[in-house]
Antibody, heavy 121, light 106 residues
Framework: QEQLAEFGGGMAQPGRSLRLSCVVSGFAFETYHMNWVRQAPGKGLEWLAV????????FYADSVKGRFTVYRDNPKNTLYFQMNSLTPEDTAVYFC??????????????WGKGTTVIVSS | DIQMTQSPSSLSASVGDRITITCRAGQDIRNYLAWFQQRPGRAPKSLIF???TLQSGVPSRFSGSGSGTDFTLTISSLQPEDFASYYCQQYHTYPLTFGGGTRLEI
């Protein structure tokens, strides 16, 4: 069964850094693009980043470009999200999500349960 | 960025009701649209891709339609487990964008 599990959330002061991990099992991680999505308290979903299966192509939302970095270690079945220069507006639950390709459609089909990041002084 | 506008933002309904949620894209996204369900405190669950194709295991009371800029999600006969939030999302162009969500309440 495909599973994704996020780790690394917690509390951080503004300006500090955190690194999130997403450990996957039950599927061939190295063949899938992977995404990060977040949800601020009481708010909707916000897409943040995607990384291709081999790490060669990456796109970011403007809200995190230049501060956050997505990368992956395929032999370790792990996706990472390095978050620098955190602000209180980064407080959210962070989800990793697998992207599947069906015919011409690339969409997020399997999600982790999320990890909570709180940025506060 | 492609703006996705969902309506209504909240909806009260009863078990057995038929409901429809609307999603409008700021530009033509063909049928590159997905719908997600999210129960409180849980991860989003994929319901529909390609605007109208149900994910495996999703009950047939869910249906999606539309193309271009206007899309709908319909639940034909609400069940207790359907009371949740629903989000549309376009995957035509980066950055991927979600609608603001619809909270479906009893």
């Amino acid at each position: 069964q495909e599973q994704l599990a996020e780790f690394g959330g917690g509390m951080a002061q503004p300006g500090r850094s955190l690194r999130l991990s997403c450990v996957v099992s039950g599927f061939a991680f190295e063949t899938y693009h992977m995404n990060w999505v977040r949800q601020a308290p009481g708010k909707g979903l916000e897409w943040l980043a995607v990384i291709s299966h081999d790490g060669s192509n990456i796109f970011y939302a403007d809200s995190v470009k230049g501060r956050f970095t997505v990368y992956r270690d395929n032999p370790k079945n792990t996706l990472y999200f390095q978050m620098n220069s955190l602000t209180p507006e980064d407080t959210a639950v962070y989800f990793c999500a697998r992207e599947v390709r069906v015919q011409l459609h690339n969409f997020m089909d399997v999600w982790g349960k999320g990890t909570t990041v709180i940025v506060s002084s | 960025d492609i703006q996705m506008t969902q309506s209504p933002s909240s909806l009260s309904a009863s078990v057995g009701d038929r409901i429809t949620i609307t999603c409008r894209a700021g530009q033509d996204i063909r049928n590159y649209l997905a719908w997600f369900q999210q129960r409180p405190g849980r991860a989003p669950k994929s319901l529909i891709f390609g605007a109208s194709t149900l994910q495996s295991g999703v009950p047939s009371r869910f249906s999606g339609s539309g193309s271009g800029t206007d899309f709908t999600l319909t639940i034909s006969s609400l069940q207790p487990e359907d009371f949740a939030s629903y989000y549309c999302q376009q995957y035509h162009t980066y950055p991927l964008t979600f609608g603001g969500g619809t909270r479906l309440e009893i």
